[in-house]
């Protein structure tokens, strides 16, 4: 018997809010050009996708969070590896190194970011099956 599927797997693997199966979006989240694309309900049960026009401006507020959280989380990594010995870093000497490397890993983890907010937005509006 398969495992039985979480409410936060479904969010975290971009799956439908209500029956955990379908897919929130149409293509790899590395696909440039259709990064964005969701159909308009879900291919498993037809839960709608598209609740309203502008439904998906508050996933920018999730986005944003996301985007400190991983400032934070780098910033933490760093100052970790300065203790353990693992590499020199000083937040006041290194600013270029923690400003490329940040910099860096949000535009690599950009579309995952992007999919990941609207999946959160969309969950938390979305009841329990």
């Not at 290194?94 to 950009?110: E, K, N, Q, S, W």
Request: proline share 6%; aromatic share 18%.
């Amino acid at each position: 018997m398969p495992p039985k599927k979480t409410r936060l797997g479904a969010l975290l693997d971009n799956r439908c809010p209500k029956c955990y199966e379908g897919r929130l979006f149409n293509s790899h989240a590395y696909d440039l050009k259709r990064v964005s694309e969701m159909p308009a309900k879900c291919p498993a049960c037809g839960e709608d996708f598209a609740r309203e026009p502008g439904f998906y401006f508050g996933a920018a507020y999730v986005s944003y969070a996301l985007t400190v959280a991983l400032w934070i989380a780098l910033f933490v990594a760093l100052t970790c590896f300065d203790w353990w010995g693992w590499m020199a870093f000083s937040f006041f000497d290194d600013v270029p190194f923690f400003l490329t490397t940040g910099i860096g890993l949000l535009v690599v983890l950009m579309p995952v970011l992007m999919r990941l907010s609207r999946s959160i937005w969309l969950h938390m509006f979305t009841r329990n099956r």
